[in-house]
């Protein structure tokens, strides 16, 4: 299984902030990685996918970048909204599998 | 508009089989190009991919639970189901069903999966 390890676990950052998250696979998947965002009690949302294509609807705000083994999920001004838990996830082969997720708060 | 609904008991006993079920409107699960997932969150924790079925009826599975794991597809209803067989309080979680879409890359000829529409989640409690 390819292991995904996502750095920081957690962020405390206030609105308006730069906001860089890290996900490094096991192995190369190439730019196979998704990103998702998820507030409480809420399933998890498609924001990016292909490592740095936005998903349709989705705030530019958000951006994606990395191949191989090292991606990151960028938010440029961080909004009220954006305070949630974020997962990286390869698709590059099954069983899919998903970093430990970010959480990010409001300091 | 995609959307799924998960639905089943909340509560099932040890050593018994989990069953949910994933309604889907707006869309044919038979017309293709999708795949239909299921993924699990135990309270607190990330997300664990347990398998997924293709409109043909092919099935992948994780292979921590391919033992315990059926998934199959009713395509007259417009629905797919989780079976999860002899349960213990590790399978307590919520269970989520998703819909993979396809993304084509013009540029790189490449072809992309993304879990693009979820349903709400359905938490399912194993214990006597």
């Known amino acids: 299984d390819v292991q995904m390890t996502q750095s920081p676990s957690s962020l405390s950052t206030s609105v308006g902030d730069r906001v860089t998250i890290t996900c490094r696979a096991s192995q190369s998947i190439s730019n196979y990685l998704n990103w998702y965002q998820q507030k409480p009690g809420k399933a998890p949302k498609l924001l990016i996918y292909a490592a740095s294509s936005l998903q349709s609807g989705v705030s530019s705000r958000f951006s994606g970048s990395g191949s191989g083994t090292d991606f990151t999920l960028t938010i440029s001004s961080l909004q009220p909204e954006d305070f949630a838990t974020y997962y990286c996830q390869q698709s590059y082969s099954t069983p899919y599998t998903f970093g430990l997720g970010t959480k990010v708060e409001i300091k | ?128």
Do not use: H
């Open chain 2, 1 to 128: 508009q995609v959307q799924l609904q998960e639905s089943g008991p909340g509560l099932v006993k040890p050593s018994q089989t989990l069953s949910l079920t994933c309604t889907v409107s707006g869309g044919s699960i038979s017309s293709g190009s999708y795949y239909l997932n299921w993924i699990r969150q135990p309270a607190g924790k990330g997300l664990e991919w347990i398998g997924r079925i293709y409109a043909s009826g092919i099935t992948n599975y994780n292979p921590s639970l391919k033992s315990r794991v059926t998934i199959s597809a009713d395509t007259s209803n417009n629905q797919f189901s989780l079976k999860l067989s002899s349960v213990t309080a590790a399978d307590t979680a919520v269970y989520y069903c998703a819909r993979e879409a396809a993304f084509f890359d013009f540029w790189s000829g490449n072809q992309y999966y993304g879990l693009d529409y979820w349903g709400q989640g359905s938490l399912v409690t194993v214990s006597s």
